[in-house]
């Protein structure tokens, strides 16, 4: 099959072409500068191209449909004689040729888009509708109005009210499309997340998978969850984007951070408890003991960490910034303790490690070996496993054996 544009009526040509990039465009949710980045191309090059005041050469079309995840001969107009890449294949593939700041990180994300494509071809996929979100938050406001805004309309359309989030993974998965896996990552990333690009906006569900660190406690591992999924929300990331354990002053993380803040320790959730313990008069920035009282209670209602509690009630004005770092600066686990949380400071002090894939690949990957649809070898590539005839056992004590008939 020729896939270099005719030569013939190259404006006729181009114009077609052009056409059917803008319908592309439109189905992945693209808008030009965000192909433009995807396609390593200048704005001023996109625009000239779209707009038909200069040609598109054969290797700039197959950057472009690569951009798009389409082929060139869609882009021609011509047949596609040759099968289409899925999703989870074309972005694990962008993802071994971008730049691998954390390699081993990036490494585990592809196998685990590869299983995801490899399940694919044998599970029925269930019909799943995820969460539109119609229109972002302003960009000229500031980053703190922008992530609670979001976080509070989000909470508004699945009707959380002003409860904790039990099982967060679970809830961006099932409503969003964010595959999560836990997993060891290096000791100075909580987090990284890898996606296609697609933007909640477009009305089409982005292909993404957030990597968290297990060796965190629980506590801060779902502060990363929420932390991940504003960056996919707000459309920050390009392929990988790992999130660093200092903090990196950006403006894109101060937003993410405040989203998850909103998101787990809602105002109001935290306004009904300065009322139902009774601490300081209403409006007033809380001390001492107060102060820590509020704070351990906000972490154990919302299963969070001290240190998130401390800054979120700081970010609410019951605690002053001075007040803000002294509380961060205790002990965690004997501040919960001596305020009658002691149960919950067990949670702050656990890093079990472990290796747990995403709800939806797991289930599917279960499925497909109990059905003989897939080996050992596919189940050990997705717990991370170096001995299958252990794991094969852990299957078997679960209740998971295949079927050979």
Known sequence: MNTTPRSDSPAAGTDAIVARIHDAMTRAGL??????????????AMSRMLSGKRGIGAGELGVLAVALGVSVASLLGEPDQTPQRSRELALAARLAHADAEYPEAQDRARELLEVRDQLNGLVAAEATSFLKIE??????????????????????ELGLGDEPIEDISALVESTFGLM?????LDTDLVGLLVTDGVQAPSGAAAMALALVNSTDPVPRQRFTIAHELAHLLFGDANVV???????????????????????????????????ELGVGPAGSELHGEDAELLTCAVAATFNVSVKAAAIRCNRLRWLDPDEKERVKGLAAVQLLRRHGFADFAKTVTSQAGEIEPPATLARDALYAYTEGLVGLGTMAR??????????????ESAGYVPAFN
Do not use: C
Not at 248 to 257: M, Y
């Open 180 to 184: 999560v896996a836990r997993e060891p």
């Open 135 to 156: 229109k972002l938050p302003s960009p000229s406001r500031r980053h703190i109005d922008q992530g609670t805004e979001l976080a509070a309309q989000v909470r508004s």
């Open 382 to 395: 997705l717990w991370h496993a170096d001995d299958p005839a252990a794991l094969r056992r852990d299957f």
């Open 241 to 275: 984007l790992p999130d660093y354990r200092d903090g990196k002053q950006q403006k894109h993380e101060w937003r993410a951070n405040d989203f998850a803040g909103e998101l787990l320790m809602p105002k109001g959730g935290v306004q009904a408890l300065v009322t």
């Open 31 to 44: 808008s030009q500068t965000a192909l433009a980045g995807r396609a390593g191309l200048s704005k001023a």
